[in-house]
């Protein structure tokens, strides 16, 4: 199976709480996981990224956690801000497959002052 | 540097026209990926191209076709327009190397709408 399920389709949340968007794989070929973060009228943008052999990965107040025997990662969003508000989604990349990215349904999120 | 340029940004056609989308991408940047983007499908890979060469294909009808030039820049085409497919149609560039972790980064987008 080629999908990525992400949950839930929107967030709300407050000024300065954390965000979690969640997405589950099946297909164990998938070898990097990005998410993307996308404004309207933009293209999605590199946010941050995983490998499967990594269980954490932090970049200022986005963190990516990943459970590979779960086959589940989630994206974790540290003191929200107004600003934080866009589309992510989550992406798998499968072995070998280039520029090809399995990209999940999308979360919109919205941080309310 | 400058970003991935892709023109035009919006379009409007008819059922049964053909249309002809452009991408350039960062100077350097050899591969090409193409996506479509709709709210009931989200983002779907569309196609690859490298060195001039179709290098990966999603599951597209054969309506969906594209192409590359010596110069990287990248050109995808839509035969015989169906309502369905308007859409945001994307493109994302990369090095091209291969390497898993290669940064795709997406232009803007052209915006299709099919009446």
């Known amino acids: 199976q080629q999908q990525v399920k992400q949950s839930p389709q929107s967030l709300i949340v407050q000024k300065g709480g954390i965000s979690i968007i969640n997405c589950a794989y099946e297909?164990?070929?998938?070898?990097?996981f990005p998410w993307y973060q996308q404004f309207p009228g933009k293209g999605p943008a590199l946010l941050i990224a995983?490998?499967?052999?990594?269980s954490e990965k932090k970049e200022g107040r986005f963190t990516i956690s990943f459970n590979k025997s779960a086959k589940q990662f989630s994206l974790h969003i540290m003191d929200s801000q107004p600003g934080d508000s866009a589309t992510y989604f989550c992406?798998?990349?499968?072995?070998?497959?280039?520029?090809?990215?399995?990209f999940g349904q999308g979360t919109e999120l919205s941080v309310k002052p | 540097k400058a970003g991935v340029t892709q023109t035009p940004r919006y379009l409007i056609k008819t059922r049964g026209q053909q249309v002809t989308l452009s991408c350039s991408p960062i100077?350097?940047?050899?591969?090409v990926s193409w996506y479509q983007q709709t709210p009931g499908q989200g983002l779907q890979f569309l196609f690859e191209?490298?060195?001039?060469?179709?290098?990966n294909k999603g599951n597209f009808p054969g309506r969906f076709s594209g192409r590359q030039f010596s110069n990287s820049r990248s050109e995808m085409n839509v035969s015989t327009l169906e309502l369905g497919d308007s859409a945001l149609y994307l493109c994302?560039?990369?090095?091209?190397?291969?390497?898993?972790?290669?940064?795709?980064?997406f232009g803007s987008g052209t915006q299709l709408s099919v009446l």
């Open positions: 994302a560039s990369s090095l091209g190397k291969g390497a898993t972790n290669e940064k795709l980064f």
């Open positions: 297909n164990t070929a998938f070898d990097y």
């Open positions: 995983i490998r499967p052999d990594v």
């Open positions: 992406a798998a990349h499968l072995y070998n497959q280039g520029g090809k990215l399995i």
């Open positions: 100077s350097g940047h050899r591969s």
């Open positions: 191209y490298f060195s001039e060469t179709q290098r």
